[in-house]
């Protein structure tokens, strides 16, 4: 089958096309034939960074990248009893770990995946997956989002933000979305009830008294994030476990918390995304597709960081 490995962290040209043979399967596996996959930052990131190449893979090489899927299961373990051959299933594959899928095939733990809605393509399905993951699992597992909160996300226009936004809203919050000027309609389309284009105005002034703020930025934005969180609310932060000092200590004296969370391959998770999706209450916003022989390109799509939602590559 065909897939693309990596040896050493560092340049596009890094991506090496390769045949290999088909992975073989487990007993609580499943082996996909893969229609999509989508490309995330912390793709980009493994494959240009050794250091976070060797965080996620260890001494590992070649390593194949890639977590997310859309694609038709081929192949059941034993102790499969959720999916059968020819079933449509989508999800995130062994985050955090190797879940290598830039791929023809994949070897999923059943686990990981979920049937995949009718009424959204293989691409879309693709992209959402470890971005609505994040989403969901920062502003309900550890934000704890309730009805009337209110949530700010920035870059409310990203992958992990246009998902974060329709969710906070599906659970009854107000929405305050941040993102540049040429994002604005697409982040109020989103549900958003207010937008601030970052480029000329400071969330600082415009906001008080949020109770959650989800970050993907970090540096000034989470260091002003403090300011407009009220006592007792919560940033929940996803870059980098590394908070500065300065950030901590401000946080404390103004008794707000600051969580980092990395997002965790988990059954009830990807359901939830699966009901949201098959209810129509959540859409995922492909900005691009590439084939699978331009994947060097959907990375630098990526790297830009000007991606209105998902980049997503098609086999």
Known sequence: MKAVIINEAGSVENLQFTEIERPTIGEDEVLVKVMSVSINPVDVKARAYEGVLNWIFEENRPVILGWDISGEVVETGKNVIDFKAGDEVFGMVNFFGNGSTYAEYVAAPAGHL????????????????????????????????????????????????????????????YVIGTSSAKNRDFVLSLGADEHIDYTTENFKDKVQDADIVIDTIQSETLLNSVDIVHEGGIIVTLPSPEIPEEVKDKASQKEVSIEFMMVESKKETIKAIADLLDAGNLKPAVYKTFPFEDIRKAHLEVETNRVAGKVVVTL
């Open 114 to 173: 979920v049937l995949k809605p009718k009424n959204i393509t293989h691409p879309e399905a693709a992209a959402a997956s470890m971005a609505a993951i994040t989403a969901y699992q920062a502003l309900v597992d550890v934000a704890h989002i309730k009805k009337g909160h209110k949530v700010v996300i920035h870059a409310a226009s990203g992958g992990v933000g246009h998902f974060a936004v329709q969710i906070a809203k599906h659970f009854g919050a």
